[in-house]
């Protein structure tokens, strides 16, 4: 397998927060895993990389979010993406196979050649992790100030996102 259909690969499946039971498909941390995982069985190095950022500014992306759906990312305040870098050509390269093809419908920014990534979202800051327990550590540190409240917003918030995706991709079918 080359890069290019390896990063294809885990494009195309579904991303999802897996909030609705029975919902296939991966969050960004397991597209990126796998990302790796299948990085270093082509030979190349890889490591992970995080950052902090708001879900409602997906829309100055592109993003047409529906109405209620406007609502309720702002309402789910800053969350955390992952990624990861290949090292190509002589040095680190963004890889973001977050989102998959059928999205990039309602604009969100769906990457197709693997050498030439935008970020899935708008970073904050980037965090490189070159190992899912630093990242996992990290993650608790910060979420162990979030209240019950925004919990609840953010469980509503990706239960709808969930749905909303589920929508888009079966026009497709």
Known sequence: MRLEELFRSIRDVPYSQNFIEGTEGLSCKDKH?????GLYKLGISSRFVTTRFAWHELSKRGVQYPPLMSELAYGAGESFHMACEAYLDDGWTLLDATW???LADVGFPVNEDPRNCVHAVFPRDIIIHKDLDIRDNLLDKFRANYSNLQWERKRIFYKELDSWMNK???RHQ
Request: charged share 35%.
């Open 33 to 37: 895993t796998n990302m790796v995982d």
């Open 100 to 102: 998959d093809k059928h």
């Open 168 to 170: 888009i991709r079966n």
